[in-house]
């Protein structure tokens, strides 16, 4: 889409899932780590900075766990003229302190259908958006075999059509995401209300001014494996995103910076402990999550 490919950098972090990684390494174009937020999670301004060069095409995103990267990155790629592309992969329906949801705020962002995400349209893939006029029909060939309205092909694309099927789960899904993420802010507001002043545990910060996602509630925790312990003991499940950051993973063992460090990302990759916050969850499901949190801290 942004014309990326060998000789380009793109700048990514390595606290999430590797396909944010890869699909840079897949058209030739070298992905750059970067650390993240302390705070928030997200890409880190400072870190970006550093990382910019010449070579510096597009930096991607990611809006994780449902929140909303900083701001500021948007004059910045602006300044530099650096593509912003979007990882919105979870973050459906996260608002921007502009009061711009996520996938309108970058030159395009990416969404995931995974079954496990806020908007999930009954199967696997995903979507791609753009607000940029001059992307949007290549986009549309793209998806279709590079045709145009013609049916004739101008350059190589695939078949990545959307089922009809799929599109109209989709649709009604969409009506219904904001009370669904009503409920799982409710949650979210729960667990940190309970967990605020737990010995070893961080609750998870919100940007001040956005409205998180929340596609994953994570624990900052000191103890990740007695706490998992615990609540898989109370019937719980619970999962640690990202214990190895992409950088350190085999795939990237020839990259130059696998074995750099990246100090944030380092510190809290396997501490970040996820616990439920599904919409479905009713209050005394929500109650067990508390009460089994609370007395991992007391054994």
Known sequence: MLDIGPGDEVLVPSL??????????????????VDVEPDHWCVDMASLEAARTPRTKAVIAVHLFGQMCDATLVEWCAQHNIAYI???????????????????????????????KNLAVGGEGGMMVTRREDLAARMDALVNH??????????????????????????????????????????????????????????PSIRPGTHHAWHQYCLLVEHPAHLQEHLDAAGIDSRIYYATPCHRQQVYAQ????????????????????????HQLNDAEVQRIVDAVVTSVQV
């Not at 999430?16 to 780590?33: D, W």
């Not at 990259?255 to 599904?278: E, F, G, K, M, W």
Request: glycine share 8%.
């Open 255 to 278: 990259h130059p910076q696998h074995r750099s460090a990246l100090p944030v990302t380092d510190d809290i990759a396997a501490r970040l402990v996820a616990i439920p916050v599904h």
């Open 146 to 203: 590079g045709r145009d309205a013609r049916l004739e092909s101008h350059e190589l694309g695939s078949n990545l059509r959307m089922s009809e099927v799929t599109a109209a789960i989709g649709r009604v899904q969409l009506k219904r995401l904001d009370q669904w993420l009503v409920r799982r802010r409710e949650i979210a507001t729960r667990f940190s209300s309970a967990f605020a002043e737990l010995e070893g545990i961080t609750v």
């Open 16 to 33: 999430t899932y590797i396909a944010t990684a890869t699909c840079v390494s897949l058209v030739g174009a070298e992905p750059v780590f």
């Open 86 to 116: 979007e990882d919105a992969a979870q973050a459906h329906g996260a608002v921007a302190e502009n009061g711009t949801k996520a996938g309108g705020v970058g030159d395009l962002a990416c969404f995931s259908f995974f079954p496990s």
